[in-house]
């Protein structure tokens, strides 16, 4: 079983920064392709970063260039740094596999204010 915990939202005023962390025990990430998901209320989750086993990172125009995805094998953890915050970025943010997926975690909240 899978346990899985995101940290490192808050609340930020628009163009400023935060770094989430994501570490998942029972799952190594460096062994699966990865990502960063956001679901905003009402919205279907979405894909926001994603990172391949060998490093390469990708992501959808929304975020590009604003967004980081990085990945911490000796400590089994994935990050997201978020610069330039947008108050349409607010949402609750969750980290999982793109291949067997583990159950979805609490995520962690992101509120971007105007």
């Known amino acids: 079983q899978v346990h899985v915990v995101e940290s490192g939202g808050g609340l930020v005023q628009a163009g400023g920064s935060l770094r989430l962390s994501c570490t998942a025990s029972?799952?190594?990430?460096?062994?699966?392709?990865s990502g960063w998901y956001r679901q905003a209320p009402g919205k279907l989750r979405e894909l926001v970063a994603a990172?391949?086993?060998?490093?390469?990172?990708d992501y959808p125009d929304s975020v590009k260039g604003r967004f980081t995805i990085s990945r911490d094998n000796a400590k089994n953890t994935l990050y997201l740094q978020m610069n330039a915050l947008k108050p349409e970025d607010t949402a609750v943010y969750y980290c999982?596999?793109?291949?067997?997926?583990?159950?979805w975690g609490q995520g962690t909240q992101v509120t971007v204010s105007s």
């Open positions: 999982n596999t793109r291949i067997v997926p583990f159950q």
């Open positions: 029972g799952r190594d990430f460096r062994r699966y392709p």
């Open positions: 990172i391949t086993t060998g490093g390469s990172t």
